[in-house]
Nanobody
Framework: QVQLVESGGGLVQPGGSLRLSCAAS????????MGWYRQAPGKSRELVAT???????DYADSVKGRFTISRDTSKSAVHLQMNNLKPEDTAVYYC???????????WGQGTQVTVSE
């Protein structure tokens, strides 16, 4: 069993930055894919960024150049550095981890990110 806990969300002004972290506990040795998704009211859950291994990353077009995903291999943790935040980034952000591309994902409970004056 794998349990994920997100942290780092909060309220930030447009143009500001936040760093989200997701810590995994349980049997995490088989986890190969980590990522962040988000869901805003009235929208479906969408991919923000994923990372496989150390170097393979993928980003949504809307966050490219602003967000950076990274992982801490020694701690089974994944982070999302979010810079130049915009109001449209406001959403609940969810951490995801899974063993391979076709495996069912493990999800965190989500952390709220609000970008507003």
């Amino acid at each position: 069993q794998v349990q994920l806990v997100e942290s780092g969300g909060g309220l930030v002004q447009p143009g500001g930055s936040l760093r989200l972290s997701c810590a995994a506990s349980g049997s995490t040795f088989s986890i190969a894919i980590m990522g962040w998704y988000r869901q805003a009211p009235g929208k479906s859950r969408e991919l923000v960024a994923t990372i496989t291994g150390v170097f393979n990353t993928d980003y949504a077009d809307s966050v490219k150049g602003r967000f950076t995903i990274s992982r801490d291999t020694s701690k089974s943790a994944v982070h999302l550095q979010m810079n130049n935040l915009k109001p449209e980034d406001t959403a609940v952000y969810y951490c995801m981890m899974k063993a391979h591309v076709l495996a069912p994902p493990y999800w965190g409970q989500g952390t709220q990110v609000t970008v507003s004056e």
